[in-house]
Nanobody, 116 residues
């Protein structure tokens, strides 16, 4: 089975920065795409950022200009750099990967709390 292991969540002040990481158990180039979702209390899980092997990354309107998704193929890791965070960014963040064959994989989630 594919394993995705997230790290980097925690407490951060509004306006601060946080970096989330997702380590995959296989070469991330084997995935059609990798990305990040989040789910806040009382809300549906939403796509935050995603990028494929090629092309430009996708960002939701709520995080565009503040968050950056990046990947390190050598380390089989995808990161989410979160800058200028807001209280409404508080959520459980999930790493997600899609296979070229159509499989969908999820990490366990990591909690990000933005509070002063």
């Amino acid at each position: 089975q594919v394993q995705l292991v997230e790290s980097g969540g925690g407490l951060v002040q509004p306006g601060g920065s946080l970096r989330l990481s997702c380590a995959a158990s296989r070469n991330i180039f084997s995935f059609n795409y990798m990305g990040w979702y989040r789910q806040a209390p009382g809300e549906q899980r939403e796509l935050v950022a995603r990028r494929g092997r090629f092309g430009s990354p996708y960002y939701s309107d709520s995080v565009k200009g503040r968050f950056t998704i990046s990947r390190d193929n050598a380390k089989n890791t995808v990161n989410l750099q979160m800058n200028s965070v807001k209280p409404e960014d508080t959520a459980v963040y999930y790493c997600n990967a899609g296979d070229t064959s159509g499989g969908d994989h999820w990490g366990q989630g990591t909690l990000v709390t933005v509070s002063s």
